[in-house]
């Protein structure tokens, strides 16, 4: 194996084998050795890059979040006015749902681990912070915030569901909370 010095994506390896065995076996399976065997690294590579699991884990997410934000940027960068930006909205609904299971069990992981341990409240915090921010670019911030949890909600439905909604209901649920009279259009 390559020493630290001529394999400067190491640290980069650890942390996608981690969310890789998260996504695999969850939290709970992880290990210094597991995942020291998946990336391809000397076990003390480990203690090396990440002062423990605890640490591992944070950035590992931290990740994830990006990835996720990456998602929304990439659908609701081009929308030039209220109903393009609805329908990428109800784009980013199907492809997070129909997308990558490793994605949505991550992100149970994640809020399960949240729901328990402030530090990861601060990593869906900031998360959602940022997705929001995404949605504010066309919704005010009301909007973006209820759109937010509708996106987790119709996405999370959707993916586990044996029969999934169709592209019409997620238009119309979409429709009911950016048609709301009194809505001002953000700046």
Do not use: N
């Not at 149970?108 to 921010?133: C, D, F, G, K, N």
């Not at 569901?161 to 909370?177: K, M, Q």
């Amino acid at each position: 194996m390559a020493t630290g010095h001529t394999d400067p994506r190491r640290r980069e390896r650890i942390i996608a084998a981690t969310l890789d065995l998260i996504a695999e076996e969850g939290v709970a399976g992880v290990s210094h050795r597991k995942i020291a065997t998946r990336a391809g690294v000397p076990l003390g590579s480990m203690t090396y890059h990440f002062s423990g699991m605890e640490e591992l884990l944070r950035d590992a997410f931290g990740r994830f979040a990006d990835h996720i934000v990456a998602v929304f940027d990439a659908h609701l960068a081009a929308p030039t006015d209220r109903d393009q930006a609805c329908e990428a909205v109800t784009d980013l609904v199907h492809v997070l749902s129909e997308g990558s299971q490793r994605d949505l069990v991550l992100s149970q992981e994640l809020y399960t681990l949240a729901a328990r341990q402030p530090v990861y409240r601060e990593i869906t915090h900031e998360w959602m912070r940022r997705s929001r921010v995404h949605l504010e670019k066309h919704f005010d911030p009301d909007t973006a915030r209820q759109l937010d949890a509708l996106i987790e909600g119709l996405t999370l439905h959707r993916a586990l569901s044996r029969e999934p909604h169709d592209r019409a209901l997620t238009r119309e649920a979409i429709a009911r909370i950016t048609t709301t009279a009194g809505r001002t259009e953000p700046a």
